[in-house]
Nanobody, 110 residues
Framework: VQLVESGGGLVQPGGSLRLSCVASGFTFSTSTMSWARQAPGKGLEWVSAIYSNGRTDYADSMKGRVTISRDNAKNTVALQMDSLKPEDTAVYYC?????RGQGTQVTVSS
């Protein structure tokens, strides 16, 4: 299993970012894909999941501000994040089958 995230960066409060994760080494289309994050000094927090049937789930902390999507033809999963807050600053990870990628840093600051 290999997961490679991209799309992080520095954004002002209220801004948007779109994270992407390219997956390989397993059958993507039948796998549940998740995003999680880890803020400085805190534990890993689950953010969102998308199931093989397209159903989605979101953490209450980000519900209404994030949208997860998948493209089975490209083995990618994306996380669109809007109305970002400073407390959203974290390393964001793509995860599946007990594995996560190297993460992408998201910093929300003015």
């Amino acid at each position: 299993v290999q997961l490679v995230e991209s799309g992080g960066g520095l954004v002002q409060p209220g801004g948007s970012l779109r994270l992407s994760c390219v997956a390989s080494g397993f059958t993507f289309s039948t796998s549940t894909m998740s995003w999680a994050r880890q803020a400085p000094g805190k534990g890993l927090e689950w953010v969102s999941a998308i199931y093989s049937n397209g159903r989605t789930d979101y953490a209450d902390s980000m519900k209404g501000r994030v949208t997860i999507s998948r493209d089975n033809a490209k083995n990618t999963v994306a996380l669109q994040m809007d109305s970002l807050k400073p407390e959203d600053t974290a390393v964001y990870y793509c995860a599946t089958r007990g594995t996560r990628g190297q993460g992408t840093q998201v910093t929300v600051s003015s």
